[in-house]
């Protein structure tokens, strides 16, 4: 972990501490992104660190000193750590302060980064499919919604519903009913007419995945594998009828849903568009240059 | 503080930290609650220890083993401190775990128990009044509004707005455009027709000051001060030509408003409802045993 308070690194779980008194603790009150290192290279690092930005600048949270050199740190740390399958979790926080909301109590915003040991999901995830269900958990409102925030309760009770549910994953619907996202995931439809659809970004967190997954299907359009590929609502009743469904993420990459709020998806199994834009995407993942930062 | 991680106190404020891992820091996975004490006294601390619960139901937030021993845990630490006028905060979080949004992955939940010495608000607030502007941040959903948790970014940015507007507070609106609440602070307002009316609490938190003020002016409705007091919605343009205008909170009592978006209330200055109540709220704060408990 590095930590701005103390402009230092460490390796010991004890001191991977955060003072009580700065406001991310006490109101939520800073911004996150996380990223995935693959065999010692970073994917889309620089469109993670762009949202990053935009979330910062959203609730007006200027960038510690620090943040300038945010590449060089997280390298550093890589490289300390020795793990070349890895997480790198990005937090700037308005920093420490009083115990008020009065983000102008802080005289500095400071940054952590954590490097987490990379846990893949289990292989049947993928292979045999997952479940879905839809979560009665109002979703954030759009303003916040957009920013990646620490303020993500509403994200926990997503999760928590699929939890109790016995899914494995549950998605929220929007304010029209229309489906949204997931508790860390976005969502794909291929539907009934082959046409894959992905809820638009101005209501969601726009997933640095999705839209790659967005651009890579592309391919499969010209292939005349599925019709086309668009950012529209989907409302549940569409997605009952879905040929495939999608979950897209940093750290699950495309997993495809086979049961939603108890009904099979198409066969009830991985479909064949899941099966081509995994295959996309895992290539993209590990080898195209253009998004890969080298670290070890 | 008090942090059950150590299931110990400190005066170090170096001590005063949590871990990074507790889903209270990097998902706002947590409820709080902040209570006065007064000349050695708690004002209101079952009322404020009952919301906690609430607040931690709502979430499915279990609580620590310690949370049995909340009250005496609170006196041995303003014993240890000395301060006979503090502010006290208790914070109940889902605890360390993964870095995920999954609740289930922490293993318990955890307390902190910060004790802080009470700054009173400048006197001129309250002999001269103060101002209020409608902030543009859209408030949390009612869900998520009732609910006192760790996910304060729009209350944040309701103050930002504040102090960026020049304006001492900033109230936020509901989704009818009625006032709903400022950033920790509860609103009412003396109609022109002379009913103190307060928004509900459905839609907002249930503030104990608020709650008090409330069944406090009952007395001058009785002695014909006020015709009547109520929950009903207040539009803007209402509160634009009411007679008096206030804010309530556990920090600062009761104030007086006496600018609301650059129009004067009233005649721009406290008025006597204003002085009622404040003396009423201060009998209740100082001499009311019912709703006090000594622990210095």
Same mark, same amino acid.
């Given at each position: 972990?590095?930590?701005?308070?103390?402009?230092?690194?460490?390796?010991?779980?004890? /001191?991977?501490?955060?003072?009580?008194?700065?406001?991310?603790?006490?109101?939520?009150?800073?911004?996150?992104?996380?990223?995935?290192?693959?065999?010692?290279? @970073?994917?889309?690092?620089?469109?993670? /660190?762009?949202?990053? +930005?935009?979330?910062?600048?959203? @609730?007006?949270?200027? *960038?510690?000193?620090?943040?300038?050199?945010?590449?060089?740190?997280?390298?550093?740390?890589?490289?300390?750590?020795?793990? $070349?399958?890895?997480?790198?979790?990005?937090?700037?926080?308005?920093?420490?302060?009083?115990?008020?909301?009065?983000?102008?109590?802080?005289?500095?915003?400071?940054?952590?980064?954590?490097?987490?040991?990379?846990?893949?999901?289990?292989?049947?995830?993928?292979?045999?499919?997952?479940?879905?269900?839809? %979560?009665?958990?109002?979703?954030?409102?759009?303003? *916040?919604?957009?920013?990646?925030?620490?303020?993500?309760?509403?994200?926990? /009770?997503? $999760?928590?519903?699929?939890?109790?549910?016995? &899914?494995?994953?549950?998605?929220?619907?929007?304010?029209?009913?229309?489906? &949204? +996202?997931?508790?860390?995931?976005?969502? %794909?439809?291929?539907?009934?007419?082959?046409?894959?659809?992905?809820?638009?970004?101005?209501?969601?967190?726009?997933?640095?995945? &999705?839209?790659?997954?967005?651009?890579?299907?592309?391919?499969?359009?010209?292939?005349?594998?599925?019709?086309?590929?668009?950012? %529209?609502?989907?409302?549940?009743?569409?997605?009952?009828?879905?040929?495939?469904?999608?979950?897209?993420?940093?750290?699950?990459? @495309?997993?495809?849903?086979?049961?939603?709020?108890?009904?099979?998806?198409?066969?009830?199994?991985?479909?064949?568009?899941?099966?081509?834009?995994?295959?996309?995407?895992?290539?993209?993942?590990?080898?195209?240059?253009?998004?890969?930062?080298?670290?070890?």
């Amino acid at each position: 972990m590095y930590s701005s308070q103390w402009q230092g690194f460490t390796t010991d779980p004890n /001191l991977m501490v955060i003072p009580i008194d700065d406001h991310l603790v006490h109101r939520g009150d800073g911004v996150f992104d996380v990223m995935r290192c693959i065999n010692g290279k @970073i994917y889309q690092m620089e469109q993670h /660190l762009q949202r990053l +930005e935009r979330s910062a600048k959203a @609730i007006s949270l200027d *960038f510690p000193p620090e943040h300038e050199n945010i590449r060089e740190l997280i390298r550093h740390l890589i490289l300390t750590v020795g793990e $070349k399958q890895c997480i790198i979790r990005v937090v700037l926080s308005r920093g420490p302060g009083s115990f008020s909301t009065n983000p102008f109590d802080c005289p500095s915003s400071q940054m952590y980064v954590n490097i987490i040991r990379f846990n893949s999901l289990p292989e049947e995830y993928y292979t045999n499919g997952v479940t879905l269900v839809t %979560a009665h958990i109002p979703i954030k409102k759009s303003f *916040f919604a957009t920013i990646k925030s620490c303020n993500y309760l509403p994200n926990v /009770l997503i $999760k928590m519903e699929a939890v109790k549910s016995n &899914a494995q994953y549950a998605v929220a619907l929007d304010e029209d009913g229309f489906l &949204a +996202e997931g508790s860390i995931e976005n969502i %794909a439809v291929l539907t009934a007419d082959g046409v894959l659809r992905f809820p638009g970004f101005e209501r969601t967190l726009s997933g640095i995945t &999705a839209n790659r997954v967005f651009q890579l299907a592309d391919k499969l359009v010209k292939e005349g594998i599925i019709k086309d590929v668009m950012f %529209a609502n989907i409302s549940p009743a569409e997605a009952y009828e879905a040929k495939e469904m999608f979950l897209t993420g940093t750290s699950l990459n @495309i997993l495809p849903v086979v049961s939603y709020d108890g009904k099979p998806i198409g066969q009830g199994s991985p479909g064949p568009v899941y099966s081509e834009l995994s295959k996309l995407l895992w290539e993209d993942m590990t080898r195209n240059r253009d998004l890969l930062t080298e670290i070890v």
